[in-house]
């Protein structure tokens, strides 16, 4: 969907300019939409019918979300894009923005059509300042042509959009966070509930979706739910960018339909690189559990099929690891990041995230003691689910994963003070 625009014009050279969009079609859907008056029912049917769920990790049903705003509450309401990339082994968001920045503006702008909102923020990643200033550039475009701003095509319906960026907190990637960042606040999660649907940004109504959900609704809307599902198998509706990186040939993007078979995703990044063997996938981001390589040979990359193997699809940020990794090095690398990213609200997360990376650093360094590991478990699951948001969860889910699969190398550093590898 996202790519629909970027290959097919003739304008390969830049292909994120207003010109390159609209000779593909772009902002024609938005146009069609707002001077007919189509029903906002009529458009969250369709987006329902599509099966698509949210692309930035969690994977809730986008028209489902969306029928949660108020939008004949009187007042203002707001629609936030979450462009704020921030977990290990994510970024596709960036190069959407970097490439295709106006097929977010429209999704965008058809969202706050269909729920009666008048602005928006597009939050973007601090450390990504480059692609900020292109998503500058596409908004001056789109204001410039007629595709934000007051009283668009004639008609009563106003849209204003705003980029906003951080400074490359990944506690920010929580959506209250966010929220708060954009207020000038600290960026700590909120209490829920309430929730953003009801009492989000400055208190009202808020509507927040990840940057290549929003991506997918201009070709929904185009050419309707069914065949956006149809690209993809039921209940996994649609295609998805997988962001591949690790021991492979060609790490990049991929967007493939849900359902692929993991092997032909691997095979588009160019396979595992020196032909060695697949040990371990994390096949959604860093916070999610690994998968041994024997067991995601044979997986499809979409929500229930991952689900059943005991991990979860997240953003699609998959990490490949080959058979000269030790995972301990590998969870040492991957609780520092926790430890140094908590924002320090919640005391089992600020003093949790501490103690693993402490143990799990020690027993890398040759240091550690057979009660280590049950110290570990005991520790994860005492900052599992005691958090106001998800950050403590993402440091103890790996943690727990991996020294389910892989605790012999974990027993042989204690024993030996070295890798099995």
């Known amino acids: 969907m996202a790519n629909e625009v970027i290959f097919n014009t003739r304008h390969l050279d830049r292909p994120w300019t207003l010109e390159t969009y609209r000779s593909a079609g772009g902002y024609e859907t938005l146009r069609r939409l707002v001077t007919e008056q189509v029903a906002p029912e009529a458009i969250i049917n369709e987006v329902k019918k599509s099966g698509l769920r949210g692309r930035g990790g969690a994977g809730f049903p986008t028209g489902l979300k969306w029928s949660f705003m108020p939008r004949h509450l009187p007042g203002d309401k707001y629609l936030v894009c979450n462009s704020d990339e921030g977990e290990p082994g994510t970024f596709k968001d960036r190069d959407i923005l970097r490439f295709n920045p106006h097929v977010v503006i429209e999704g965008m702008a058809i969202a706050a059509y269909t729920m009666n909102i008048r602005t928006g923020y597009n939050y973007i990643h601090g450390e990504i300042f480059e692609v900020y200033e292109r998503c500058e550039e596409a908004v001056a475009e789109a204001y410039a042509g007629g595709f934000l701003g007051d009283r668009l095509f004639g008609t009563d319906f106003c849209f204003h959009l705003h980029n906003h960026h951080g400074y490359g907190a990944y506690i920010c990637g929580e959506e209250t966070a ?218 103890a889910t790996p943690v727990k994963s991996f020294l389910k699969h892989y605790r012999a190398e974990f027993e042989h550093h204690i024993q030996h003070g070295s890798c099995m590898v």
Not at 185 to 193: A, D, H, S, T, V
Not at 249 to 260: A, F
Request: hydrophobic share 35%; charged share 20%.
């Open 178 to 395: 966010l929220l708060e960042s954009i207020e000038g606040k600290k960026g700590q999660p909120r209490f829920k509930p309430p929730f953003p649907a009801s009492f989000g940004l400055y208190g009202k109504p808020t509507n927040i979706n990840n940057t290549e959900t929003y991506a997918c609704i201009p070709y929904i809307v185009r050419h309707g739910g069914q065949k956006f599902l149809e690209l993809g198998k039921p209940n996994n509706g649609g295609t998805k960018i997988f962001s591949v990186s690790g021991h492979v040939n060609r790490p990049g993007n991929y967007e493939v339909p849900l359902g692929t078979p993991f092997r032909e995703l691997l095979d588009l990044a160019g396979g595992m690189r020196g032909g060695r063997r697949l040990k371990a996938c994390i096949p959604g981001g860093s916070s999610v559990p690994v998968v041994p390589g024997e067991v995601m040979m044979d997986l499809t990359m979409d929500y229930d099929a991952i689900a059943k193997a005991g991990s979860s699809l997240g953003a699609g940020s998959v990490i490949i690891m080959d058979d000269t990794v030790c995972m301990v090095r590998a969870l040492e690398r991957l609780s520092y990041f926790y430890f140094e990213e908590s924002c320090g609200q919640c005391t089992p997360c600020r003093e949790g995230t501490g103690w693993l990376y402490r143990i799990i650093h020690r027993i890398e360094h040759g240091q550690g003691r057979p009660e280590d590991l049950d110290l570990l478990e005991q520790a994860a699951s005492n900052i599992g689910g005691r958090t106001i948001c998800g950050l403590g969860d993402a440091a």
